[in-house]
């Protein structure tokens, strides 16, 4: 099982030096992965309420600095040399997909074949109007889409493609990425996203959290992986070829021991207790899990990333 932490592109944290300072720290610990979030243009006022906590509050809604995802991705590639790389995820239409698929092979190259690509559809209709994308009630078809799109510019050598949302042949899409396959992790808890996972992806990646579809207790996320297994055999794949990863958005002991079925909550209480749920995860088949640490300071969430790894991690 490898183990990640989320890297800040958004507020003090995400200022150059800080933020290569956390990423190599985080890499020198033996962290395998971090992970980087992906939003341009923060609207002032959102209809619809953030699918991830029980309040429906966005974290990033007071603003702030916030850089965009790619640019981020490449900067902390250059910082690092070892360290994994996952964006978690990236809203795949809020960009065009021939562009897309350039932005992360030039990254692949560049990193030496250090790219994961988390994926997701998007939830905020705002920003997808104030980027100026494909309509929103597409963007499930506009990232099926892009996922096509970027497997066939990555491996054929004249690629072609004729679809509703890109066109083009007879290009030259050169450097192509260094893996064969750029790993793709889908994110999202929802029946679309868990179907989009057993068709297309590498990996499904949720968050716990969501309450229409909350994951939190090892009952609950064994049943989703059960539907994604299904799912994947109904669409003629292997369930073997769809691996499982995990994100905790909150962990220890400022979380309720109990999910709201009365069920322990996945990643609460002491660090014992956290190591002994990342045991089952690992019994389970996930492949991965990432966490974020808090801190006011880079000197405090380095400080934090530590005592985890040392408290818990070590005694996975």
Known sequence: MQFGFGAPVSG???????????????????????????????PRDMEKKYPYSDTGEFPGRAGGDRHEQLTAVAFVAAKTSKLRLV???????HRPPVLTAKILATIDVL???????????????????AIGTEPFDERGAVT??????????????NPSFNGKYAKFSNVFFQPRPVQRRIPVWVGG???????RTARLADAWYPIGTNPR????????????????????????????E??????????????????????????????????????????????AVDFSFDGATADQVIANMKQFREAVLAKV
């Open 111 to 129: 990193s030496e074949g250090r790219l994961t690509w988390g994926i997701g559809v998007g939830w905020c209709q705002e920003e997808f109007e």
């Open 189 to 195: 808890e929802s029946g679309p996203a868990m179907r």
């Open 12 to 42: 003090p944290l995400s200022r150059p030096r800080e933020l290569a300072r956390i990423v190599q720290e985080g890499e020198a610990m033996g962290y395998d992965y971090c992970t980087i979030s992906d939003h341009i243009a923060i």
């Open 242 to 287: 769809v691996g499982l990863s995990y994100r905790f958005s909150q962990s220890g002991k400022a979380i309720p021991e109990r999910a709201d079925n009365g069920e322990r909550r996945l990643g609460a209480g002491e660090g014992a207790a956290v190591a002994a749920d990342l045991r089952s995860l690992r019994d389970l088949g996930v492949q």
């Open 87 to 93: 964006t978690s995820v990236t809203v795949v239409p």
């Open 144 to 157: 099926d889409e892009t996922l096509a799109v970027c497997r066939e510019l990555w491996t054929n050598e």
């Open 213 to 240: 579809n909350r994951l939190d207790t090892l009952a609950r996320l064994e049943a989703g992986y059960e539907r994604i297994k299904k799912a994947a055999r109904d669409a003629g794949r292997d369930p073997k």
